[in-house]
């Protein structure tokens, strides 16, 4: 099976690197590239907010079960980090 590249944009795959690289100048689209690799993630651009990304609100609780924090700890990691993030804005009250 071919490798599909993924444009972290508009979602948009092409099966060659080359042609992804020009769709991507074309565009104006970007890539992350984070100290991602500190975070136990690939060394390869990704896609802004993925699981490993250090911009991914919830990066301490993915690495912290990576390297073998039990359940309990990644839980209490995931519940400190979900009360001290600001939750974002929604258009329309959902009560």
Do not use: W
């Not at 769709?23 to 699981?51: E, I, M, N, Q, W």
Request: proline share 6%; hydrophobic share 35%.
């Amino acid at each position: 099976m071919a490798r599909l590249f993924r444009c972290p944009e508009c979602r948009t795959r092409r099966r060659d690197y080359g042609l992804f690289t020009q769709h991507l100048r074309d565009t104006g689209h970007k890539l992350c590239h984070c100290g991602h690799v500190a975070y136990g993630g690939t060394a390869f651009p990704h896609r802004r907010g993925s699981p490993f990304c250090e911009h991914n609100s919830m990066a301490p609780a993915q690495l912290a079960s990576r390297y073998g924090a039990s359940d309990e700890e990644v839980a209490e990691i995931v519940l400190e980090l979900s009360l001290s993030i600001k939750a974002r804005p929604v258009a329309v009250c959902p009560f």
